[in-house]
């Protein structure tokens, strides 16, 4: 199967930049929202991220217009379905939510409709019994920025069909995302399955006084060749999530995690220092320390 018509179900931070990115690659997009106020913020959003692409050279002016055109914007949800080949859902990341949208959705849809959801922390079996379709459900799962940040993680579930994972790995590769194939379920995917310890590891090391955060992403580029380290990856992250992380881990008993988040509180969130949103972190933007030739000696 071909897929052609897409739903974007959710048109917040993420959805609002499948639906673009989807659209500019030429499908027809439709966006499926609550209420009248979240379609005019995905609006607004979808005009901001017209100004990005032409920004970042991404598109000239006329590709972002058709882009634009090709995106019809509904309240009603079986309007919105109506002759998708695929729904990709990105709803908040709430249980609740996504199992009563998932419910209202297989109520509507199209028996050959393919679900897709961009959840970043659940499971695709947390998820795939509250829809109609086990073998037509699947993740796929984008960055924040996807136009830049071009890879789609799509992961299976036991009972995802063959043919329903080729077509989804497929429709990634025709929106400029490369694929990273999952072929079994894994919390957090590959990347965070990756980059969560070694965030955690860095913080670690820095909230307990081991050594200061340069000097953990010195060593790191030093000794790997990688361009940036942990604390200038934290940057971009800001220190709303980790704290928040940490936070309900230490209030769950882990007394390092504990001493992490009220070292994040202290040196970030009181000090207004929240990475790369502000210019102020671990580095000062524009022209990071990092990125200076005497950073590494
Ligand atoms: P968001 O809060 O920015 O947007 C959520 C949108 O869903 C809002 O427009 C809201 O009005 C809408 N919504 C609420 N209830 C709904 C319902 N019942 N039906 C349809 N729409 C509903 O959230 P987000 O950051 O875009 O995250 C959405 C999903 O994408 C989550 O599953 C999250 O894990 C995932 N994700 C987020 C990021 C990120 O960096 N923000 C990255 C990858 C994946």
Request: hydrophobic share 40%; aromatic share 10%.
């Amino acid at each position: 199967m071909k897929i052609k018509n897409v739903t974007i179900a959710g048109t917040g931070v993420l959805g609002s930049q499948i639906a673009f990115q989807s659209a500019f690659k030429g499908f027809n997009v439709s966006i499926y929202d609550i209420n009248d106020d979240a379609l005019e913020k995905a609006n607004e959003r979808l005009i901001v991220l017209k100004g990005r692409y032409v920004e970042d050279n991404y598109g000239t002016k006329e590709e972002v217009d058709n882009a634009y055109n090709r995106i019809s914007q509904y309240t009603d949800l079986a309007k919105a379905v109506e002759h998708a080949d695929l729904v990709i859902e990105a709803v908040p990341e709430l249980l609740p939510i996504k199992q009563d949208f998932y419910t209202k959705l297989s109520a509507v849809a199209n028996e050959k409709t393919i679900f897709a959801s961009n959840s970043s922390t659940m499971t695709p079996s947390q998820i795939v019994d509250f829809t109609d379709r086990p073998e037509k459900y699947l993740h796929l799962h984008f960055a924040n920025e996807i136009w830049k940040l071009n890879i789609a993680e799509i992961m299976k579930h036991e009972r995802t069909s063959d043919e329903v994972f080729e077509t989804i790995i497929e429709f990634a590769k025709d929106i400029a995302m490369i694929p990273i194939l999952l072929h079994k379920e894994q919390p957090g995917y590959v990347l965070n399955t990756l980059l969560v310890p070694f965030l955690k590891a860095a913080m670690q090391l820095a909230a307990d006084g081991v050594a200061d955060p340069k000097v953990v992403d010195k060593t790191w580029m030093i000794s790997t060749g990688a361009p940036i380290g942990p604390f200038a990856f934290l940057d971009i992250i800001g220190p709303n999530t980790p704290y928040n992380l940490y936070k309900a881990w230490g209030d769950q008993g882990d007394e390092l995690s504990a001493k992490v988040a009220a070292w994040i509180k202290s040196e970030y969130l009181d000090k207004d220092r929240m990475g790369t949103a502000n210019g102020k972190g671990v580095y000062d933007y524009p022209n990071p320390a990092y990125q200076t030739p005497d950073f590494l000696k």
